[in-house]
């Protein structure tokens, strides 16, 4: 991003003070999202929105180098693209990292389902498990939803940055 | 009830997935998407020993347990392994080809994963049980289709990946339109309970009128995927801009998907429906719904059967020709359904109506994976499809020319492939049916294949006799590719000669879409009329 176009004083110190607050109600969304409003989609769509901030205010390098740690960014590709083939520089570069992970997110989504055919029960049957008599919190409840809503989190927010990060680049 | 009818559209899943990951190491990339073909092969081989082990088996799976029609089913009967089967068989060739033939870097990137989620969204429409799900199935299926469709991404193919995506968006925009109608007109989305409430539409409190508007939309649909006339505009674009074995699919496979829904939902589920005296349709009031499906279905095989076979004979391009040839040729696959649709299921005319479309759809299937693959083969090493540049290819590749005759000859029908079998069931079909329409279908199948014999025997004339000229000199397919190819012409030379079980199967496949009681009790329960009927009603 180049000087003259930096954002201003306001913009960045409201956006240092909302990220965390909009991360913590995605995952608060992410956690009850199977038996209340809320779930993997739109925690995902949420955190994605906490990471455009970021990226409006502060930048893509700033985004992927220093608080994804993506240590290929736009500007390294460019560099190493004699020696590295296209193809090696897309995979380590930011589009290939982000696009990774909503595989991982389909593969967890996946195999959340297939566990329940492990367990003799049709695909993507799930089940509950509640702890009694837990300090503070009463009752804690553990669902074997959480493993596909989790899946799907990592689909939304791998495929949402990807598009931001095509549709940045350009 | 058992995890095996899930098991082809699990496996493709994982195929997916598996491509996905391993996207970063190419040689396990091609590995795991063959792998996944191969284990979609032989998830369907088991699903359908579990099938046709019981002779009359319909499976039925709920996922995560929920009872239809509240929840996601899956069910597997005759009719969908029949089509899961030539899925797995047209793929399992295409994907060889595809691993053999795309670019690597493209292959890398995205192809396999595409692939495999196309294959996932074509199981899924054959499997489910439930129109809300075919639309997201179509969605996956087609999702993947559009991104293989501008693979190569160069002005030609965005221009025709443009058309198709913009009708294909269009087309699937009117299909949630008309799911959207039929559930608040008969309040559930599952094909069973959906083919109970429309037989007895007063006690469910539906007025068909409004159905049979909806349910026509979506036939508009269905023939728009399946590439009927006049839904026919993004057929010969996308085929050419598609990389050749995703061509080969979308011809051999995809356009089966729009048959399907069309037998299944408007030969089965919708067939027991009739048209009420009331609302301005008197002419045709009392009538089952069938008779208007089956007149719109005829207009549209007439037309597919006259436009693709007189735009094929003008072509001048090999996979244009074939492109044109697809939509006549969907034109036959059809046209016996708008014969049968003039008696009710119970009629032996119905039953060969049904069983000439499954057995035409599978020879249709088979032979233009075979033309496809082959002139995907050529261009691959021509660098053109063009008949001026094209000639004596027969004496450059022998056996890859001979694939292409068989699959030629197979669509114009002659003994003793498998195409003669499916002309010959359409023909009886027409003959049969000592009606008008029966004739008129006669009289369009005479054309039709006097004109397929036309394109077919220019095809092989122009590209593959002559002189070979120094463009097609240098035509050498790998080993391994042209090994693929014959395999699928020996399949077709196969079902050829050995008819008889292919046609117990289809016969099995037809007897499934007209009980549809017994399918109505397999999803709902044996009591079923009793025990949810009066709860929701």
Same mark, same amino acid.
């Given at each position: 991003m180049s000087s003259n176009n930096q954002t201003t004083v306001i913009v960045r110190t409201v956006v240092r003070s909302v990220v965390p607050i909009i991360v913590l109600v995605a995952i608060g969304l992410l956690l009850q999202g199977h038996n209340f409003p809320g779930g993997g989609f739109i925690g995902g769509v949420l955190t994605v929105t906490a990471f455009a901030l970021v990226y409006i205010t502060y930048g893509a390098e700033y985004l992927s180098q220093n608080l994804l740690g993506i240590s290929d960014g736009s500007v390294a590709r460019r560099e190493t693209q004699d020696v590295l083939d296209p193809d090696e520089a897309f995979f380590s570069g930011t589009v290939g990292r982000y696009s990774a992970v909503f595989g991982l997110g389909l593969a967890l989504a996946a195999g959340g389902g297939l566990g329940a055919i492990a367990f003799g029960e049709p695909f993507l049957s799930q089940a509950v498990l509640y702890f009694d008599h837990i300090p503070v919190f009463g009752v804690i409840e553990l669902a074997s939803a959480l493993i596909f809503d989790l899946g799907v989190y990592f689909v939304v927010v791998g495929s949402l940055l990807t598009i931001l990060a095509v549709v940045g680049n350009e | 009830m058992s995890a095996i009818v899930a098991a082809p559209l699990l496996v493709a899943l994982g195929g997916a997935i598996g491509c996905l990951l391993m996207r970063s190491r190419p040689r396990l990339l091609r590995g795991v998407s063959l792998l996944g073909g191969v284990g979609y092969l032989l998830a369907t081989v088991a699903l359908a020993r579990a099938v046709f082990a019981d002779s009359d088996a319909i499976l039925v799976y709920y996922l995560s347990g929920w009872q239809a029609p509240y929840g996601i089913t899956l069910v597997a009967d005759r009719l969908s392994v029949i089509f899961i089967g030539l899925t797995a068989i047209v793929s399992l060739a295409a994907l060889w080809v595809s691993v053999r033939t795309i670019d690597a870097s493209g292959q890398r990137i995205s192809y396999h994963a595409l692939y495999q989620f196309m294959v996932v969204g074509i199981?899924?429409?054959?499997?489910?049980?439930?129109?809300?799900?075919?639309?997201?199935?179509?969605?996956?299926?087609?999702?993947?289709?559009?991104?293989?469709?501008?693979?190569? +991404?160069?002005?030609?193919?965005? $221009?025709?990946?443009?058309?198709?995506?913009?009708?294909?968006?269009?087309?699937?925009?009117?299909?949630? /339109? %008309?799911?959207?109608?039929?559930?608040?007109?008969?309040?559930?989305?599952?094909?069973?309970?959906?083919? $109970? $409430?429309?037989?007895?539409?007063? %006690?469910?409190?539906?007025? *068909?009128?409004?159905? /049979?508007?909806?349910?026509?939309?979506?036939?508009?649909?269905?023939?728009? =995927?399946?590439?009927?006339?006049?839904?026919?505009?993004?057929?010969?674009?996308?085929?050419?801009?598609?990389? *050749?074995?995703?061509? %080969?699919? /979308?011809?051999?496979?995809? =356009? =089966?998907?729009?048959?399907?829904?069309?037998? $299944?939902?408007?030969?089965?589920?919708?067939?027991?429906?009739?048209? *009420?005296?009331?609302?301005?349709? +008197?002419?045709?009031?009392?009538?089952?719904?069938?008779?208007?499906?089956?007149?719109?279905?005829?207009?549209?095989a007439l037309l597919s059967i006259l436009l693709g076979g007189i735009g094929a004979t003008g072509r001048n391009n090999l996979d244009e020709l074939l492109a044109y040839s697809s939509i006549s040729q969907v034109g036959f696959i059809v046209l016996p359904l708008a014969v049968a649709a003039t008696t009710l299921p119970g009629d032996s005319l119905f039953r060969a109506g049904v069983l000439a479309t499954i057995v035409y759809a599978i020879i249709h299937g088979f032979a233009k994976g075979v033309l496809f693959l082959v002139s995907g083969a050529i261009e691959d090493h021509v660098g053109t499809l063009e008949f001026s540049q094209l000639g004596g290819i027969s004496e450059q590749a022998p056996v890859l020319s001979g694939a292409f005759f068989v699959g030629g000859l197979t669509l114009i029908g002659i003994p003793p492939l498998f195409g003669f079998f499916g002309k010959l069931l359409v023909f009886k079909v027409g003959v049969e049916a000592q009606n008008t329409i029966g004739w008129i279908a006669v009289g369009a199948t005479l054309i039709g294949a006097i004109l397929t014999i036309t394109y077919v025997t220019r095809a092989w004339e122009r590209a593959f006799w002559g002189p070979p000229n120094e463009f097609v000199e240098e035509l050498t397919v790998s080993p391994s590719v042209v090994a693929v190819i014959a395999g699928l012409a020996i399949i077709i030379i196969a079902l050829g000669i050995g008819f008889q079980p292919v046609y117990e199967l289809a016969n099995g496949a037809t007897s499934a879409v007209i009980d549809t009681d017994a399918y109505v009790r397999a999803v709902l329960g044996p009591e079923s009329a009793h025990a949810i009927g009066g709860g929701l009603r």
């Amino acid at each position: 991003m180049s000087s003259n176009n930096q954002t201003t004083v306001i913009v960045r110190t409201v956006v240092r003070s909302v990220v965390p607050i909009i991360v913590l109600v995605a995952i608060g969304l992410l956690l009850q999202g199977h038996n209340f409003p809320g779930g993997g989609f739109i925690g995902g769509v949420l955190t994605v929105t906490a990471f455009a901030l970021v990226y409006i205010t502060y930048g893509a390098e700033y985004l992927s180098q220093n608080l994804l740690g993506i240590s290929d960014g736009s500007v390294a590709r460019r560099e190493t693209q004699d020696v590295l083939d296209p193809d090696e520089a897309f995979f380590s570069g930011t589009v290939g990292r982000y696009s990774a992970v909503f595989g991982l997110g389909l593969a967890l989504a996946a195999g959340g389902g297939l566990g329940a055919i492990a367990f003799g029960e049709p695909f993507l049957s799930q089940a509950v498990l509640y702890f009694d008599h837990i300090p503070v919190f009463g009752v804690i409840e553990l669902a074997s939803a959480l493993i596909f809503d989790l899946g799907v989190y990592f689909v939304v927010v791998g495929s949402l940055l990807t598009i931001l990060a095509v549709v940045g680049n350009e | 009830m058992s995890a095996i009818v899930a098991a082809p559209l699990l496996v493709a899943l994982g195929g997916a997935i598996g491509c996905l990951l391993m996207r970063s190491r190419p040689r396990l990339l091609r590995g795991v998407s063959l792998l996944g073909g191969v284990g979609y092969l032989l998830a369907t081989v088991a699903l359908a020993r579990a099938v046709f082990a019981d002779s009359d088996a319909i499976l039925v799976y709920y996922l995560s347990g929920w009872q239809a029609p509240y929840g996601i089913t899956l069910v597997a009967d005759r009719l969908s392994v029949i089509f899961i089967g030539l899925t797995a068989i047209v793929s399992l060739a295409a994907l060889w080809v595809s691993v053999r033939t795309i670019d690597a870097s493209g292959q890398r990137i995205s192809y396999h994963a595409l692939y495999q989620f196309m294959v996932v969204g074509i199981t899924g429409s054959f499997l489910t049980a439930d129109i809300f799900n075919l639309f997201v199935w179509f969605e996956v299926m087609l999702m993947a289709s559009y991104v293989l469709v501008v693979f190569h +991404s160069g002005p030609e193919q965005t $221009r025709a990946g443009m058309q198709y995506v913009v009708l294909n968006l269009l087309g699937s925009a009117v299909m949630l /339109l %008309a799911i959207g109608g039929l559930y608040a007109t008969t309040g559930t989305l599952n094909m069973a309970d959906l083919a $109970r $409430r429309l037989a007895e539409p007063a %006690a469910y409190g539906i007025a *068909p009128g409004p159905v /049979l508007g909806l349910t026509g939309l979506l036939l508009c649909v269905f023939a728009l =995927k399946a590439g009927l006339v006049p839904f026919q505009f993004w057929v010969p674009g996308a085929y050419q801009a598609a990389p *050749p074995p995703v061509t %080969a699919m /979308l011809a051999g496979v995809v =356009k =089966k998907v729009g048959v399907y829904a069309i037998i $299944r939902l408007y030969f089965s589920v919708f067939a027991v429906a009739t048209i *009420p005296d009331s609302g301005g349709l +008197s002419v045709v009031a009392g009538e089952p719904f069938l008779v208007v499906f089956g007149g719109v279905i005829l207009v549209m095989a007439l037309l597919s059967i006259l436009l693709g076979g007189i735009g094929a004979t003008g072509r001048n391009n090999l996979d244009e020709l074939l492109a044109y040839s697809s939509i006549s040729q969907v034109g036959f696959i059809v046209l016996p359904l708008a014969v049968a649709a003039t008696t009710l299921p119970g009629d032996s005319l119905f039953r060969a109506g049904v069983l000439a479309t499954i057995v035409y759809a599978i020879i249709h299937g088979f032979a233009k994976g075979v033309l496809f693959l082959v002139s995907g083969a050529i261009e691959d090493h021509v660098g053109t499809l063009e008949f001026s540049q094209l000639g004596g290819i027969s004496e450059q590749a022998p056996v890859l020319s001979g694939a292409f005759f068989v699959g030629g000859l197979t669509l114009i029908g002659i003994p003793p492939l498998f195409g003669f079998f499916g002309k010959l069931l359409v023909f009886k079909v027409g003959v049969e049916a000592q009606n008008t329409i029966g004739w008129i279908a006669v009289g369009a199948t005479l054309i039709g294949a006097i004109l397929t014999i036309t394109y077919v025997t220019r095809a092989w004339e122009r590209a593959f006799w002559g002189p070979p000229n120094e463009f097609v000199e240098e035509l050498t397919v790998s080993p391994s590719v042209v090994a693929v190819i014959a395999g699928l012409a020996i399949i077709i030379i196969a079902l050829g000669i050995g008819f008889q079980p292919v046609y117990e199967l289809a016969n099995g496949a037809t007897s499934a879409v007209i009980d549809t009681d017994a399918y109505v009790r397999a999803v709902l329960g044996p009591e079923s009329a009793h025990a949810i009927g009066g709860g929701l009603r």
